[in-house]
């Protein structure tokens, strides 16, 4: 998820620097809300990691 993240980053960039500023916006979007939900997933996982592994030893 994190690798699409930077992919529609590249892509935010890039359709900026051509003048796309309609492109630019929603791929810079895609990658705000890509990247949240990453460090949410990141997050949560950790903490259930975390957690078990407490829990086991």
Not at 8 to 22: D, P
Not at 33 to 42: D, Q, S
């Amino acid at each position: 998820m994190l690798k699409w993240a930077l992919f529609f980053f590249i892509i935010s960039i890039v359709a900026g620097l051509f003048g796309f500023t309609g492109i630019a916006a929603g791929a810079a979007t895609i990658a705000k809300i890509l990247f949240f939900i990453f460090i949410v997933l990141f997050l949560l996982f950790l903490i259930i990691g975390l957690s078990i592994g407490a829990a086991l030893f």
